[in-house]
């Protein structure tokens, strides 16, 4: 299966530096406003960004309903230092979506099939 992915890179102010557009065209945001667009990294920025270089921290199955971006993403993050030392953010954004349906689908499933499982056994109790 072939995962599609995202680079965003963001300076230490959360503004947009680059992406390379390939799940949604940041074009259509404001590069001051790429955060707003995102509630969850936001909240989350200014403790993302002061993470040691090269750490990462992975948000796995983020769903997200906007316009420009719907689906089900694992968001990768980790903080690399320019030439002068300055500090970006870098936003790996992989489309997970077919996995995690899949597996939410799974999951309805088998808890039906413990739910039946349940109700005849209350009936042949009851019986």
Known sequence: MIILRQYVLLDSTGNLTYSCNSLFDTNTIQSTKLLDAFPLIESIFSYLI???INKKELFEGVETNRNYLKGIYDFQ???SSGNQGQRF???IIEDHTFFY???RSLQQKRQEGILLKNK???NSKLL
Do not use: A, R
């Open 120 to 122: 005849l056994e209350l």
């Open 101 to 103: 349906l899949k597996m």
């Open 50 to 52: 002061k993470m040691p």
């Open 77 to 79: 993050f980790f903080v």
């Open 89 to 91: 953010l870098n936003w």
